[in-house]
């Protein structure tokens, strides 16, 4: 399926990107972060298990389980530190 | 309810005006304004750039205010929250929140800021004397919003 996968705060500027269109082969939030850690470098390092990070799809945020829809948009960002 | 994330400074009174314009239902208003430090984690902050997800802030804000309006019978909410770059001093949020009676009114702005710095998605970054940083969420902040849970 194809989806658009966006990052934000420190996770875009390590990864050196914004925003990315991406084919994915898998069903799951978690399918699509070991995709994104397969890449190797600071993905491995930053998406490593024991790393906190937020998944939204479609603009809420969710589970690592949960089943990514078609042409989702798909967040990955730090925990948040406004107000 | 008014929902704003925008660069420029707002007013507080002037918010707080516009609510309790032309009604006179309402008995209390709560409002609480968050400032740029100049001090964080033991070192000097000379300015701090907060960046945001456009479109899922706006959805997360309006969240958090049907909830508040879900807990208590609240008559009006005014949340703004800035973006950009702000120097210390400088105001980077408002919750005002208009109700019968203040103790509705002041739970629910307690209860707004305290999901705001956990589910809003904005995050800030300093400029210090020793180079710039992302601030780290704090563990602090999770409690202070978990509290509403049990409750």
Known sequence: MKLHVLYF????????????????????????????QARGGVWAEELAAGRTFRVAVNQEVVALDAALPEHAEVAIFPPVTGG | MKILVQSEDFDLGAEVAAMSGGRTDIGAIASFVGLARDMNEGSGVQAMTLEHYPGMTEKALATLVEEANARWALLDVTVIHRVGRLLPGDPIVLVAVASSHRGEAFAACEFIMDYLKTRAPFWKKEETPDGTRWVDARASDD?????????
């Open chain 1, 9 to 36: 705060a420190r996770l875009r500027e390590r990864f050196g990107v914004a925003e990315e269109a991406l084919e994915f082969g898998g069903a799951t939030a978690a399918e699509l972060v070991a995709q994104l």
């Open chain 2, 143 to 151: 409690a202070a919003a978990a509290r509403w849970d049990q409750s």
